[in-house]
């Protein structure tokens, strides 16, 4: 299968710095990445979808100017938390899929546990 | 977008017993129907999928039933074995879109 891979896997941060997690198609190209949060003993929250080219879509309730997406080419997608705070703490995962126009398999990264402080 | 419950949020089963997982979705335009196994620190990774025109799928131990009427789907694990034990989510998405809403998860313990 394809392989996504995120950096870094576990990041460690004082309240009001900001922190970059990459997510990278390693073996295709991804047009669309997508973010989500999983806190601990809970489901998959999507986050956003990371559009190469374009503005990231977000979802209800996820705050676009805390959490800045990049998708600046067709393998690298950037999640930016902002000014993070203790309540931002959690594991933050990608995910990409090779389909283009129809659902399919997708591929997660390893995922990043970010803390703060 | 489409909300997607699933239950139990555990499972004790003994080895060699069955589990069954269900999910419920709101969307009925919804027609692709993944389920992920993520094992404990690791990424989720597919296991099964179903497509909303066939109404059962099965692969060695795994089975998904869909009932498009009812809006609801669900795993089938047959002879369960330890390494089974793992985090399970079921999603739904339309199948021209690749944007997945996730099931809350049942953990799954078998027990040897």
């Known amino acids: 299968g394809a392989v996504v891979s995120q950096h870094p896997s576990w990041v460690i941060c004082k309240s009001g710095t900001s922190v970059k997690i990459e997510c990278r198609s390693l073996?295709?190209?991804?047009?669309?990445m997508f973010w989500y949060r999983q806190f601990p003993k809970q489901s998959l929250m999507l986050m956003a979808t990371?559009?190469?080219?374009?503005?990231?879509?977000?979802e209800q309730g996820v705050e676009k100017d805390k959490f800045l997406i990049n998708h600046a080419s067709l393998t690298l997608s950037t999640l930016t938390v902002t000014s993070a705070h203790p309540e931002d703490s959690s594991f933050y995962i990608c995910s990409a899929s090779q389909e283009l126009g129809f659902a399919g398999e997708l591929f997660f990264g390893e995922g990043s546990r970010l803390t703060v402080l | 977008g489409e909300n997607v419950e699933q239950h139990p949020s555990t499972l004790s089963v003994q080895e060699g017993d069955s589990a069954v997982i269900k999910c419920t979705y709101s969307d009925s335009a919804s027609n692709y129907f993944p389920w992920y196994k993520q094992e404990l620190g690791k990424r989720p990774q597919l296991i099964i999928d179903?497509?909303?025109?066939?109404g059962e799928k099965k692969d060695q131990r795994i089975a998904v039933t869909l009932n498009k009427t009812a809006k609801h789907f669900s795993l089938h694990i047959t002879e369960t074995q330890p390494e089974d034990s793992a985090v399970y989510f079921c999603?739904?998405?339309?199948?021209?879109?690749?944007?997945?809403?996730f099931g809350s998860g049942t953990k799954l313990n078998v027990k040897p």
């Open positions: 999603a739904a998405t339309l199948y021209n879109f690749n944007k997945f809403y």
């Open positions: 990371s559009n190469e080219g374009s503005k990231a879509t977000y």
């Open positions: 073996d295709f190209q991804a047009t669309t």
């Open positions: 179903i497509r909303s025109n066939v």
